[in-house]
């Protein structure tokens, strides 16, 4: 059948002429006459021009045309061509607002529908009664005028050279973050800024999927790339919301596992691809993409959680084993940690074990303390579940948990947080500013609150999230000093014109309100070098609010005077003495970390003068010193067994020092014996650890002794039962050597030995006192009762009343 010639006066269909009747919305339009199609479809020939076949040679290298209309396909109109400068600003990925373009709208005479599908051959719309072939506009867009009165429901079939996928359209959907957490994140006040931030899978308007989102206020556009679309972002702009810096894009389909960047065009015009701020898991390093992921541990340590706070912190045993997780048993991960790491730190009785940094970082060698990822576990070892089970695993043995944070610098890799979106935006403007003098790496802008805000929430993320029960939070000092490390002109002073930092300490001290206020029986620690008053003082009485403080003081002194040959230090007996002057002035830990046994400062025993006999009874009553000194303990992985050699991160400890069949093990395992009887007698020994804090929990007996090389001293619980600490710093016995002791109640009472570093089983010479010590009224140290003692050399001994 032949079509009727209209007349020359009937106007050429376009968008803006009146509409054909729309049939109800997803309903078929009318059927058209066998071999015709309905006006406007993608098959239709124009309406005043007859069909008339092509020569051969016109269809070569064409398209070929689009097959015939199957019933119950709409007509699809050609749609009003975009603006050019929004076509321009789409494909630079520079629109703030993509979803106004594309997806479907409202439009005269139907609805519009666009899409951007870069490479695909063609695209369809499909729905309920709908089928309709989109026209291809160049440059991967398409787009059609449909005749309908109401957005329909609807999903796109894409076709490519050698496939067709059936998806979901991104841009059918309403934003996916809520006006509050908008109004949180501007006011720089999200708490759980992990839950509007980064990617996180969800269902949204019935539809699985994933939600991405980044602040980016500077950005001209962003978009997201990645294993799904080929690491083409072209066709998955974000959109801007509002004045908030935040883009977001819900894409369906996406779901754990998917590998992404995002892809941001800069003020300038330029792109960068970037690692996203908030992701929850990254790929194992050296590949720096981020990855869509979701919690499923279930955890099984609520008997911990509700009990860990039961007792502060301060008045409470607190003996901390330092660990780097890649090197402690070096290939192991996380869950296969976790069958061994619980029992060893049991076996050894520390109350608490201190993970140094587990968050991403791109370089093994800076120990994590360089962070590229601040809400994902190091992926080298596992996942984020998998490490949820080390943590669930370590409570479980009744081993609390704490993990090294970072919040002073991050590196400056052009993949990750420098210049995020093209200007500084984590690091402070002013370049001599942001520059770290020591590490090369930049300094966070603690004045920006969305900054704060994502340190804030990072530090309770790990608590909340993880279970973590304390942060130690590292270079504390070069955040809170403006010279720090800088010479006479290279910083300016703050307002006031001094050389404090009053964004850090701001900083600092919300940091600790929030994460105290939300995660009770927390604790947090501060790397603190200076003499900065107030580090562990709350923050409502104008201190940092801290609860433990290192006391890098103590460290220093101790190792030096340790270091000395014995008949050097009697000249050097203040520097075993001088932390009691300000003992109480912040709640301290004593430190022998791993930055005490790198870098040439050798090993713990190493440390120690003499014969190799000599160097292990150095370092045991150094322990015996350092356990009952006021104050918590923390000693580092290796430390434990007296291993001679410095840590290094490529093998870690060197566990064949503790094989039966090397011949020094029994010199190595007498050590390690040795500071698991310290952590059980000072477990069950109050008086070395409820009152820590406070003067009345410590006396002096014998203080002054230089030339003997003694420091006695007694430590008192909360009721007043006494322990004696005696050590001889010198290769000698000290026979009857008589010490002042307070009169005890009761009848009868003596003194037993609890504790004696140079017992036989340590490898010690075993001069001990196997029986009990009567007390005798001989007047010493002013006191009316005195024990007379004999000292084992290099040793510390501890008694008390039974």
Known sequence: ????????????????????????????????????????????EPAARPRRKKPAAAHAGAEPPHPRQE??????????????????????????????????????????????????????VLGKGLRARLHDDGDGFFSGLL?????????????????????????????????????????????????????????????????????????????????????????????????????????????????????????????????????????VPPSTASVVTDRHHVWQDGEWMAHRGDVPVHEAPFSVYE????????????????????????????????????????????????????YAPTSRLGSPDDFRFLVDSLHRA?????????????????????????????????????????WGTLEFDYGRKEVRNFLVSNATYWCEEFHVDGLRVDAVASMLYLDYSREDGQWTPNEHGGRENPDAVAFLQEMNATVYRRNPGVVTIAEESTAWDGVTRPTDSGGLGFGLKWNMGWMHDSLQYMAKEPVHRKYHHHEMTFSMVYAYSENYVLPISHDEVVH????????????????????????????????????????????????????????WLLDPSYGAEADHRGVRTLVGDLNAV????????????????????????????????????????????????????????????????????????????DAARYGGGDVCHPGPLEPEAVPAHGRNASLSLTLPPLATVWLRPV
């Not at 081993?399 to 935006?425: K, N, Q, S, T, Y």
């Not at 350092?626 to 291993?643: I, S």
């Open 147 to 283: 005749p309908m009165s109401a957005l329909p429901e609807y999903r796109l079939l894409v076709g490519y050279e050698d496939t067709e996928i059936e998806t979901q359209d991104p841009y059918r959907f309403l934003p996916a973050l809520g006006e509050f957490d908008l109004h949180l994140i501007g006011e720089g006040r999200h708490e759980e800024l992990w839950t509007a931030l980064g990617a996180r899978p969800m269902e949204h308007q019935g539809v699985a999927g994933t939600r991405f989102t980044v602040w980016a206020p500077d950005a001209r556009g962003v978009r997201v790339a990645g294993d799904f679309n080929y690491w083409d972002g072209t066709g998955f702009p974000m959109r801007s919301l509002g004045s908030s810096g935040v883009w977001e894009l819900f894409l369906p389909g996406i779901g754990e596992g998917a590998l992404y960047k995002f892809d941001i065009c800069r003020p300038d015009g330029s792109h960068t691809v970037r690692a996203d701020p908030m992701a929850r898991r990254a790929e």
């Open 323 to 374: 660990v780097h997780l890649p090197s402690w048993r070096p290939g192991l991960t996380y869950r296969q940690l976790a069958s061994q790491l619980p029992a060893y730190v049991k076996e050894l009785g520390f109350t608490h074990v201190e993970l140094m940094p587990v968050a991403e970082h791109p370089f093994g060698g800076s120990w994590g303390y360089q962070v590229t990822g601040f």
């Open 71 to 124: 019933p119950g396909t709409h007509g699809v109109r050609p749609a009003l061509p975009l603006d050019p400068d929004d076509r321009a600003r789409l494909l630079a990925g520079a629109h703030h607002a993509p979803h106004d373009l594309l997806g479907a709208h409202p439009a005269r005479g139907g609805v519009v529908l666009r899409v951007l599908r870069p490479y695909a051959r063609g695209v369809t």
């Open 600 to 655: 040439g400062k050798q090993a713990l025993v190493s440390k120690m003068p003499g014969d190799w006999w000599q160097q292990r009874a150095n370092h045991r009553a150094y322990l015996g010193f350092m356990w009952a000194h006021p104050g918590k303990q923390l000693l580092f992985m290796g430390q434990e067994f007296a291993q001679g050699a410095e840590w290094s991160e490529g093998h870690g400890p060197d566990w």
């Open 682 to 757: 000072y477990a069950a020994t109050p008086a070395l650890w409820q009152r820590d804090t406070v003067p009345e929990g410590f006396d002096w007996v014998d203080g002054g002794a230089a030339e003997d090389n003694v420091l006695a001293f007694l430590r008192f619980d909360a009721q007043g039962s006494p322990l004696l600490a005696v050590s001889n710093f010198s290769p000698v016995v000290r026979h009857a050597y008589r010490l002042g002791v307070p009169t005890v109640p009761g009848d009868r009472v003596v003194w037993a030995e609890v504790l004696n570093t």
């Open 398 to 438: 009744g081993i609390g948990v704490l993990m090294d944070w970072v919040p002073a610098h991050f590196p400056r890799d052009d993949w990750a947080l420098a210049e995020f979106d093209g200007r500084p935006l984590y690091e402070h403007p002013d370049p001599a500013r942001a520059a770290h003098p020591d």
């Open 1 to 44: 059948m032949t079509a009727r010639k209209p007349s020359r006066k009937t106007p050429a269909p376009t968008d803006a002429a009146p509409p054909p009747p729309l049939p109800p919305a997803g309903t078929a339009p009318p059927r058209a006459p066998a071999g015709t199609a309905p006006p406007g479809s993608p098959t239709a």
